[in-house]
């Protein structure tokens, strides 16, 4: 019964997504939404408010979908907690790609716009960082005792703001596959733990000349 409901809930999320790219703007209402696709609007309602929350809910999606796909390569104790990031990272952003269109079309250009759009995924990410061990990742077990104790709440704040950084690095990418997002996730990741230490500043120097390279600013 359970999986029933979740199909259904996927399928109104894509109907949404298929209307929002051939039309280029939300549908009128609600009521006239679900009558084209040959469903009730008490459907709708079973699973979201409004248009709103199903925006909310594509990111967050294409999220989770990616977190449950690095699970397959993620399960071995043996897999350094950077290269677990990476990985959920790397297929996350490989999702934006195949829904580029979409996405920016519901992030739109508005900074407002996209903190409504990303709250949900927020919950999700702070949960999937939760699942981290970073007691063993090499970045911090080098660092000073005061960043080895970093509180919780800063890290998942920091590296909360790392992924927006990414996703607004993704927004303006020119590059062929958008390659130079995955450089960009990669360098300031090693280099956001790096600069609470102070060194090696050889790192500091690279992505500054990467990003200087790209004038790309994060704000």
Do not use: C
Not at 193 to 217: A, H
């Amino acid at each position: 019964m359970q999986e029933k409901s979740n199909n259904t809930k996927e399928k109104i999320v894509e109907l949404y997504g298929d209307y929002l790219l051939k039309y280029g703007e939300k549908p009128k209402n609600i009521y006239l939404f679900a009558k084209e696709n040959d469903f009730e609007e008490k459907e709708f309602y079973h699973y979201f408010a409004g248009f709103e929350q199903i925006e909310k809910e594509i990111l967050n999606h294409l999220f989770i979908k990616s977190w449950q796909l690095s699970s397959e390569i993620n399960f071995s104790d043996q897999l350094a907690t950077k290269e677990k990031l990476l990985n959920v990272y790397y297929i996350f952003f490989e999702n934006l790609t195949m829904n580029r269109s979409l996405v920016l079309l519901i992030l739109g250009t508005d900074k407002f716009q996209k903190i409504k759009v990303l709250n949900s995924l927020r919950e999700t990410h702070k949960e999937f960082i939760s699942t981290l061990n970073f007691d063993k990742w090499e970045i911090i077990e080098k660092a000073k005792q005061d960043i080895q104790k970093l509180s919780e709440k800063t890290r998942y704040e920091a590296l909360w703001l790392h992924l927006i950084s990414s996703i607004e690095f993704w927004i303006k990418d020119t590059s062929p596959d958008f390659e130079k997002t995955d450089i960009f996730i990669e360098k300031t990741i090693d280099t956001g733990f790096t600069l609470m230490d102070n060194e090696p500043l050889k790192k500091v120097f690279d992505l500054g000349k990467f990003l200087w390279k790209e004038k790309f600013t994060i704000s």
